[in-house]
């Protein structure tokens, strides 16, 4: 089961590196899902939504942004309301944000001004953006697809993968023998 997966999510993995687009990746995680297994109705619904909300590599690299800085800058990262403050900003970087153009940029002046940071702290968060910013689209990407095998799963049940490789090689022993 976890094979299958791994097999076909290379593909996804690999463009949402190459292009840092969650929107540029639909066709290929499209593919991929339907490999996997994963019904057409779910997979051209979850999918798509998932490239424009689900955000969870922005939350990840929101976190990273904000826990560099206060190394950089030698604060204390420990403190319960700092932490608390970090983990909203992340939740807002990976839900409202991701819709809006620029909304990198507007998380990342809002990091600098909540915590106090000067100014100077805005191209070192454009230069940690430019590292972060393909793998956490590599994550919203997958994980669109792994959102995709989840609502199957509980849609259809435990079995759905074993089910769809069942269906799948019906149907291509069919194919066969009318070509024979």
Not at 150 to 165: L, V
Request: net charge negative; glycine share 8%; aromatic share 8%.
């Amino acid at each position: 089961m976890a094979q299958r997966f791994w097999k076909h999510i290379l593909s996804p993995a690999a463009t949402a590196l190459a292009t840092g687009s969650s929107v540029a990746t639909i066709p290929v995680n499209l593919e991929a899902a339907k490999k996997v297994g994963v019904p057409k109705e779910i997979r051209e619904t979850v999918i798509p939504i998932g490239a424009t909300i689900h955000m969870d590599g922005s939350c990840l690299s929101a976190i990273l942004k904000i826990a560099f800085l206060f190394g950089i800058f030698e604060q204390d990262f420990s403190v319960i309301g700092t932490f608390l403050t970090a983990i909203g900003i992340a939740i807002l970087s990976g839900t409202v944000m991701s819709g809006v153009p620029g909304g990198g940029f507007i998380g990342e002046m809002m990091i600098v001004t909540l915590y106090g940071f000067p100014i100077e702290a805005l191209p070192i968060l454009s230069m940690i953006v430019v590292i972060v910013d393909p793998p956490a689209t590599m994550v919203n990407a997958t994980g669109d697809n792994v959102t995709s095998m989840m609502i199957t799963r509980f849609i259809k049940g435990k079995r759905w993968m074993e089910e769809s490789e069942e269906m799948s090689s019906t149907s291509s022993s069919v194919t066969s023998s009318f070509l024979v």
